[in-house]
């Protein structure tokens, strides 16, 4: 399975809803045991991004916060909020399906992934797709003509 692509239909359903469409989903296994779309809008919550949302579902799928033998994948390179929650939730390895030269803090602007100050470093493949960097661009650009 594409497990990107599994990532990418969340974030359709996500644009569906107007919603920036992003997508997560989390594989344990060779299987996907949580996946999420933004709903930041739906649910007037600044932490119902994607990956928050993937995480917490993961760990009631798991009953437990440590998804150690995880993976993530993402459609846009997260932010420091999303950043630092999959370094602490311990997952193993987040593959990355568009970069975030503005916000993005596992690479383009900082690296809070593998900072020395964290005591798990999860490790960061750029999967780039370009279907992830499609759906935004034309989100945005949408956006901007009202």
């Known amino acids: ?7 990418l239909e ?3 359903i996500a644009l569906y809803l107007k919603e920036v469409p992003i997508g997560a989903v989390i594989v344990k296994d ?6 999420a779309f933004n709903l930041k809008e739906t649910t007037q919550d600044p932490t119902a991004h994607a990956e928050i949302l993937a995480i917490r579902k993961a760990c009631e799928a798991l009953n437990n916060w440590r998804l150690a033998g995880c993976d993530m994948y993402v459609t846009l390179e997260p932010c420091v909020m999303c950043a630092s929650a999959i370094a602490q939730s311990r997952l ?10 503005d916000r993005g803090d596992c690479e383009s602007v900082i690296n809070i992934i ?4 964290i005591n798990n470093t999860v490790k960061v493949h750029l999967a780039y797709n370009d279907g992830c960097s499609e759906i935004l661009t034309e989100f945005f650009r949408k956006r901007r003509k009202g």
């Open 10 to 12: 969340q974030a359709r």
């Open 1 to 7: 399975m594409d497990f990107m692509e599994a990532a």
């Open 92 to 101: 193993s390895n987040l593959y990355i399906g568009a970069p975030n030269t």
């Open 30 to 35: 060779d299987r996907i045991i949580s996946a």
């Open 114 to 117: 593998e900072s020395d100050h």
